[in-house]
């Protein structure tokens, strides 16, 4: 499930090379863009397994941090794909927002039918994804800028037609039994369903990324965009495209959520800002873009949920929980960098010609 980085001059796809008939698969390992995630899950798991206990390794502990890493991942996948292509998208807390309180006003307090107050609110995601991508393409603005303006914005306009429609700033909503096995199910009683969207969504971008020649678009546009440009790729037609996503991604985690707990709140995604940077960092993507994978931005978010959830299972106290993750993140960025140059690095030998 990973990806190397192609050639930003051309569009064809590349592929990997044989790796050396006499190295180790731990050998092997070192080489690939998400070794590092993979060591940061491994390490983290086996710590909180130690120190948690039983407690950690039950289906209600394994519950706790897989729930928080779905939610997580399925805004994490996009918005790693954006920064693979040398983008940030900071608005998606106000658009897991807007998305929620519009499900809940649309079909909660207005009583319209579960299906339009759903469509409305990946709608809204799409919308908000689509302005970002023309502010971005059309001018000069960074994306930190452009995203950041949007994240207020629409934290602004939620909170002010959320008072005007409904007098307040928490609508309730009754789900449809189908609207709840689709988005709100509980399995076992623990086990959101939310967690097989996250794989779902993982799939089918991992196959996105390795099949076809979008992929290749993408990394070629986040490792030189002009060069990209003068190969004929189209790039603000892609990076649109990859706004959308992320925007329909948050969109449909406050739909998750609406129909999970059945209600909105204005407050609610504002943790999903920075978390799913952070998470996509650790997993093993360049900030600067044109390197990372889908795996490893699965990796990434599976380690900050457990680290969220796993000091809860020591009896340690919880405050020490952001320096652990800090720590954490700033171990993975520097472990991800020397990962990094060993797999650029990395010559597999060839056969001689006899």
């Known amino acids: 499930m990973t990806t190397s980085l192609p050639d930003t001059t051309a569009e064809k796809e590349t592929t990997a090379a ?9 050998g092997q390992l070192r080489h690939r863009p998400e070794a590092g995630a993979l060591i940061g899950t491994i390490t983290v798991f086996v710590f909180f397994a ?25 805004i994490a996948i996009p918005v790693g794909l954006l920064m693979i292509a040398g983008e940030l998208d900071v608005s998606v ?17 207005w009583g319209a039918p579960m299906i339009v107050g759903i469509l409305l609110a990946l709608g809204l995601g799409l919308l908000t994804g689509l302005v970002n991508g023309v502010l971005v393409t059309r001018t000069n603005v960074p ?20 008072r005007i429609t409904t007098g307040t700033t928490s609508v309730p909503v009754s789900p449809d039994p189908l609207s709840k096995s689709l988005f709100g199910t509980l399995i076992a009683g623990q086990f959101e369903v939310a ?12 196959v996105l990324l390795q099949m076809m020649k979008y992929g290749n ?9 002009e060069s990209a440009r003068a190969t004929g790729i189209p790039v603000d037609r892609v990076k649109i495209a990859l706004y959308m996503a992320s ?35 650790v997993g093993g993507v360049l900030l600067t873009g044109g390197y990372g994978s889908v795996f490893g931005v699965v990796l990434g978010t599976l380690t900050f949920a457990i680290v969220n959830q796993g ?21 993975a960025v520097l472990m991800n960098n020397t990962f990094r140059r060993l797999a650029l690095s990395y010559k597999p030998r060839t056969a001689k010609k006899a």
Request: proline share 2%; glycine share 14%; net charge negative.
């Open 311 to 331: 000091i809860y299972y020591t009896g340690w106290n919880s405050d020490w929980a952001s320096l652990i993750l800090g720590i954490l993140i700033l171990a």
């Open 18 to 26: 044989p790796p050396k008939q006499s190295e180790s698969v731990l």
């Open 143 to 162: 994306s930190l800028v452009i995203t950041l303006a949007t994240l207020s914005g629409m934290a602004g306009l939620t909170l002010g037609l959320s």
């Open 93 to 109: 807390g106000s658009v897991l927002a807007g998305s929620s309180m519009t499900l809940a006003i649309v079909s909660g307090h």
């Open 247 to 281: 925007g329909f991604g948050a969109a449909l985690v406050g739909v998750i959520q609406t129909i999970l707990y059945n209600g909105a709140q204005v407050a609610n995604g504002q943790s999903f800002v920075f978390n799913s940077i952070i998470a996509v960092v």
């Open 217 to 225: 678009w993408i990394f070629a546009i986040g490792g030189d965009k």
């Open 195 to 206: 967690i097989f969207w996250w794989l779902g969504i993982a799939v089918v971008v991992t």
């Open 50 to 74: 130690i120190f948690g206990g039983d407690k950690f390794l039950a289906p209600a502990g394994a519950a706790s941090w897989l729930n928080i890493a779905a939610e997580l991942g399925i």
